[in-house]
């Protein structure tokens, strides 16, 4: 039960003082009263805004959030990061303040550019929650109106439908089958019957409310508008918010296993870290100066940060996957997407445009053709190829005017402004049924209005379209006070209710002949994937009774056959093609006659030659096995409800598949949450379809699929990238450092250039890597296999390969360089330290592609080039200023040391590129 405050305060929810309601026993009246809400004109968007800032969101508390301070400090709690800056302590009671600072700075940095990653992730995945957040219909100043449930308040009238999530307490006023499914409140599975009737009864427990619907449960059936009496806290699930506050984990398994990944690479970094320290020491180098440049190798080696990045690269590529319309609403799926092997698609509004238009008309023996698209009523009708004029056609009109007479759609005329000289252009929406919106259309082209026709005929009655009867009836009354039935339907439906049919200009019986030429007739337009719609008519005696659809849709007349087709999105059988190509099968599972349904397959590329189609009665007989045995073959599923996709998933995946399952509706949920990718519609889409979603589609289109399959290719891709770049300039420096102490020369490089590598060289291009666009092939090649590891097409060699080549370039740049001037190793230092700048900043331009760095344009990834050139730009400055050389142990280099280190820098890159083109690998 909910509270509101005592009747003496101004509004609903200000104040303090709150007042016990027992929602259920009020009447209209007295509800109206308690929440002071105009019933029939709702809130004013003045009051809903007060009542807002009163009482806060529609939301329940959520678990802090972590403080952008703890962020930060957490930056630096990391074991290595605790042994470094003890180190730099050390060595600031040693003297060496420079380097101390120096340190601390670099240290700072470091965490710096850690928090801003974190953050930035934790905004995007924020980004992913509200636009994944679920919305109501609520009546504001008379209107009805769509807004996210967190701004819906006490005293909103609210509309609810088949498939929405209660987003607060309502008290129910009006209810139409209504069924609402309380298992989250009650723990009772079974969809209870809700009513707008009250209950007189006191301390009535939850789930014997039925005049109350309540926060956080599913309307599975029917409809209601209702009074929202509680929000947020307030509400019953608010009283039980630990339920659902328990926070899904965010980490996908690939995080998981990087996770596991770095504290093997910890131990393999440590180990080879101390055995640098330790043959340092032995070979008589001093304690201070192996521990600190030690810790400092193990801090720049060990990938103590990689989950954490991958999290920044996996938000990065969700939000371009939300610019092109895919919401994302579970990461795993990201990576989930790259290895979908077959796509189950709904047909209409996704694989088609969802625009009905009307192209074939039959009426008695006659057959005419209308052209046009859309929704604009311009077209001509023709007979054999010749234009006719309707108003000769009686047949014709009879045949156009009925389809609009029965019928609630409308079709609106808008101006919108396009282009740079903002030209005016028409826009035609439709509000209602697109099956009715074409036969509005038609009766447009023919000169007809709705108008128009409410003068010669007034509507009494309506029988409304259910999916059991397949029609849908009105009765009308002509100026002459003459009734009529008029009905339109499924045409199996209407041809079963029919006795007589027009032919010519007269009425015949409906004879088993004329029956078989209409029938002939749906297979032509089925044929021509035309979805069809019978029309007939009855005239009323004068004083007979039509109270029930049953006593109005018997013994009619058939007036004829409107053909109607929803046309493929014009982008889409080139995204079918696109996932051919990359191994991925894609399915058509629709409601519609199967001829219909193959003629759309084969438009799209869908239906092929070796292609078979099942229709849902024969798949009602066949168990999982039976389908299994059968479903590499079938290309569309038609005459299919939504109980059946459950099965097919099942099936598929018993082949072995990565399924991905569009769907809408609330039956939808179940496969949707079986497949391993289940996709919804974000217009279309109910909330239940919506949150056993993985992936949202907000604009419930196909080709959106296919984008969002190839960003998540990409994605995995490019954190294959980054690891590989990272995880080979990390191999580059340990083994530069063991070479030379193996091999009893100096150190190649001081603690210092260590953590400055570290910092700029494995920050800035490394995610700038997580942005770099698809290659060109990503969508050539084949499904990613589920169990595949991160390391597999031969990563782990590539990195131990390009890694081992840094290091080995790297020694003997500073070999050379000290064998041409022995007295003097701060060049030699800063010769081997630019070459190992250089080396990892050529290198991040090979980890782009799978081949080598010539098979792609080194100037696609603008911000990869711009991350380098910073780089580049840092270390010129440490080189090449004064102050600055004293901090970093650089000095200026010479043209002839500056070719050296190119040369020596490019080897593992250029030269091994070049090998291994010629090899073709």
């Known amino acids: 039960m909910a509270c509101i405050r005592n009747e003496n305060k101004p509004s609903a929810g200000e104040g303090d003082e709150l007042e016990i309601v027992e929602w259920h026993t009020l009447n209209e009246k007295e509800l109206a009263s308690f929440v002071r809400s105009p019933i029939n004109h709702g809130l004013s968007e003045a009051e809903a805004e007060k009542r807002l800032k009163a009482i806060g969101p529609n939301t329940l508390k959520q678990e802090k959030k972590t403080s952008s301070l703890s962020v930060f400090t957490n930056q630096f709690k990391d074991f290595m990061v605790i042994v470094l800056l003890v180190a730099t302590i050390i060595s600031a009671l040693l003297g060496e303040f420079i380097d101390a600072i120096t340190i601390l700075i670099i240290v700072l940095l470091n965490g710096i550019l850690g928090f801003v990653q974190e953050r930035k992730a934790e905004k995007s995945l924020d980004a992913l929650k509200e636009l994944s957040a679920p919305q109501m219909y609520v009546k504001r100043d008379g209107v009805w109106k769509l807004i996210p449930s967190r701004l819906v308040v006490p005293g909103d009238i609210v509309k609810l439908a088949s498939g929405d999530r209660v987003g607060a307490d309502i008290r129910i006023i009006e209810a139409s089958g209504l069924k609402i499914e309380e298992s989250s409140l009650t723990g009772e599975s079974v969809p209870v019957d809700k009513k707008a009737q009250l209950i007189n009864e006191q301390d009535v427990e939850i789930a014997e409310m039925t005049n109350m619907a309540f926060m956080g449960t599913l309307i599975t059936q029917g409809s209601a508008v209702g009074v929202v009496v509680a929000t947020g806290m307030k509400t019953e699930m608010g009283k039980i918010a630990h339920l659902l506050q328990s926070t899904e984990t965010l980490m996908t398994p690939l995080q998981l296993k990087l996770e596991q990944l770095g504290k093997i690479l910890i131990i393999v970094a440590l180990f080879l870290t101390a055995l640098v320290v330790l043959i340092g020491v032995w070979q008589g180098h001093e304690v201070y100066t192996m521990i600190l440049s030690g810790v400092s190798l193990a801090v720049a080696a060990i990938p103590e940060g990689l989950p954490a990045i991958v999290t920044v690269v996996l938000a990065l590529g969700v939000q371009r996957m939300i610019k092109q319309k895919a919401i994302v609403r579970k990461l795993p799926a990201v990576e989930t997407l790259g290895c979908a092997s077959i796509i189950c698609s709904d047909k209409t509004g996704t694989l088609t445009q969802n625009k009905m238009t009307v192209t074939d008309l039959w009426s008695g023996g006659n057959y005419w053709n209308v052209d046009g698209g859309g929704y604009e009523p311009k077209g001509k009708f023709m007979h054999e190829g010749r234009i006719v004029d309707v108003n000769k056609e009686q047949q014709l009109q009879q045949l156009v005017s009925y389809g609009m007479l029965c019928n609630n759609a409308t079709i609106m005329k808008r101006e919108r402004r396009v282009g740079m000289m903002r030209k005016k252009v028409d826009d035609y929406v439709l509000n209602g049924d697109p099956t009715e919106g074409a036969l509005i259309v038609t009766a447009q082209k023919a000169g007809y209005s709705h108008k128009g026709l409410q003068v010669p005929y007034q509507r009494l009655k309506e029988f409304p379209f259910d ?43 409906f004879t088993s002949k004329r029956k078989r030429e209409a029938e002939n007739v749906i297979v032509q337009m089925a044929q021509k994937a035309l979805r069809t719609i019978a029309i007939a008519y009855r005239p ?3 004083n007979e009774k039509c109270d029930v659809d049953q006593q109005a849709e018997c013994g009619l007349t058939l007036v004829g056959i409107q053909g109607m087709i929803d046309p493929p999105r014009p982008e889409v059988e080139r995204a079918i093609k696109e996932c051919h190509q990359a191994g991925i099968k894609t399915v058509m599972i629709t409601g519609d006659h199967q001829e219909t349904a193959i003629a759309i397959a084969k438009k799209l590329g869908i239906y092929k030659g070796h292609s078979r189609s099942l229709i849902g009665r024969e798949l009602s007989h ?3 096995s039976e389908l299994e045995a059968n479903v590499e073959d079938i290309a569309v599923y038609a005459r299919v409800s939504p109980e059946h996709k459950l099965k097919i998933v099942r099936a598929l995946q018993a082949r072995g598949h990565i399924v991905a399952m569009t769907g809408d509706g609330v039956n939808d949920a179940p496969a949707i949450k079986a497949a391993n990718i289940g996709i919804s519609m974000g217009i279309t889409g109910t909330d239940v379809a919506k949150e056993a979603s993985s992936l949202i589609l907000s604009d419930d289109n196909f080709a959106t699929i296919k984008a969002a399959i190839k960003e998540g290719r990409n994605i995995y891709e490019n954190i294959r990238k980054f690891i590989r770049y990272m995880l080979a300039s990390n191999v580059g420096e340990i083994l530069v450092m063991l070479f030379a102490m193996m091999l009893g020369m100096p150190l190649p490089l001081v603690a210092i250039q260590i953590l400055w590598i570290n910092l700029v060289t494995d920050g800035l291009p490394a995610m700038a890597l997580g942005m770099d666009q698809a290659e060109g092939d990503v969508m050539k090649r084949p499904p990613r296999k589920p169990n595949e590891g991160v390391f597999a097409r031969g990563l782990t060699w590539k990195i131990l390969s390009r890694g081992f080549m840094i290091g080995v370039v790297t020694l003997a740049a500073f070999w050379l360089t000290l064998q041409n001037d022995p007295a003097d190793l701060i060049k030699a230092q800063t010769v081997a330290f630019v070459t190992l700048v250089m080396a990892q900043l050529i290198h991040v331009f090979d980890c782009r592609s799978e081949y080598s760095v010539y098979h792609r344009n080194p100037f696609e990834n603008k911000y990869l080039l711009v991350a380098v050139a910073i780089s580049v730009l840092l270390m010129l400055i440490v080189i090449y200023y004064p102050p600055l050389q004293t901090i970093f142990h650089t000095v200026s280099l010479s043209a002839r040391e500056w070719l050296l280190i190119i040369g020596s820098a490019s080897i593992p890159t250029v030269v091994l590129g070049g090998f291994r083109l010629m090899k073709g690998s």
């Open 540 to 542: 009323l005696g004068k």
């Open 622 to 624: 066949l168990s999982v």
């Open 467 to 509: 999916s059991t009867r397949k029609m849908m009836s009105v009765i009308v009354k002509d100026q002459n006070g003459r009734r009529y039935v008029i009905t339109k339907g499924a045409p199996d439906v209407i041809f079963e209710q029919c006795t007589k049919v027009i032919y010519g200009s007269q009425e015949e019986a």
